[in-house]
């Protein structure tokens, strides 16, 4: 059967297979069961809090590569929430200095998290790589690629509730990042995956959906491949 004769998924369903992709979610990477479990010492912590900075600094360049490629106002005005959470505003912390400020609960000095010194090559190459498909790909690829967020409430969920048992010489008040990820999350995927359910209204391109959403996994699971590598050895 060719794939015009195949018939789309349902709203539901579509929804359904978006949502299993939860089993490729780097929560389920050994690098992050063991960060979970208490299992890393600080210097592996450390590790990964100063390479997803790098993620998280160019979070707002693929958001704002979105914007350049979207003709739909009304999307545009949504989704520029999204820079301003990050990139904050005037007398209002936004996330990535909220991520400076979990690394300095961490023990890493400002000046050194954010020259990104210690971002490894796999990790550079990950990240750029989702900068990049943001650019280069129709705008509503790229909002589909977002959709990692549908699984990331339950990791800060987790990361609030371990980290104050399993690494107390981490400072408190760093863990705010995830705290208000909670809420923003929530928010972000409403708004994606509307968006996502609206334009991928075809058979092939709901597996065209699903595809990309599996690119955007690999692309978390790689970042944590070269960290785990680095920082345990294998």
């Not at 979070?59 to 106002?73: H, M, Q, T, Y």
């Not at 936004?94 to 954010?114: H, K, M, P, S, T």
Request: proline share 4%.
């Amino acid at each position: 059967m060719s794939d015009a004769e195949r018939d789309a998924w349902s709203r539901d369903e579509f929804e359904r297979q978006l949502r299993a992709k939860e089993r490729g979610y780097h929560v389920h990477h050994p690098f992050h069961i063991l960060m979970n479990e208490g299992k890393l010492t600080p210097d592996q912590i450390r590790g990964w809090v100063a390479n997803r900075f790098y993620y998280q600094a160019n979070i707002p360049l693929k958001d704002g590569a979105i914007l350049s490629n979207c003709p739909d106002r009304e999307v545009r005005r949504a989704w520029i929430q999204r820079i301003i959470d990050q990139d904050g505003t005037a007398g209002e912390e936004g996330g990535i200095e909220a991520w400076i400020r979990l690394g300095e609960a961490c023990g890493i000095d400002r000046a050194e998290l954010v020259s990104f010194r210690r971002v490894l090559p796999g990790v550079r190459f990950a990240v750029d790589a989702y900068v990049n498909f943001a650019r280069t790909r129709p705008w509503q690829e790229a909002v589909c690629s977002s959709l990692t967020e549908l699984f990331a409430p339950q990791a800060h969920r987790d990361r609030l509730a371990n980290w104050p048992v399993h690494y107390k010489w981490i400072k408190p008040e760093g863990l705010q990042y995830f705290q208000m990820r909670l809420s923003q999350a929530r928010r972000d995927v409403e708004h994606g995956l509307e968006i996502t359910l609206k334009h991928f209204t075809t058979r092939a391109l709901q597996e065209r959906a699903l595809e990309i959403l599996q690119f955007k996994l690999d692309v978390l699971w790689s970042l944590l491949d070269a960290v785990h590598r680095e920082y345990c050895g294998t």
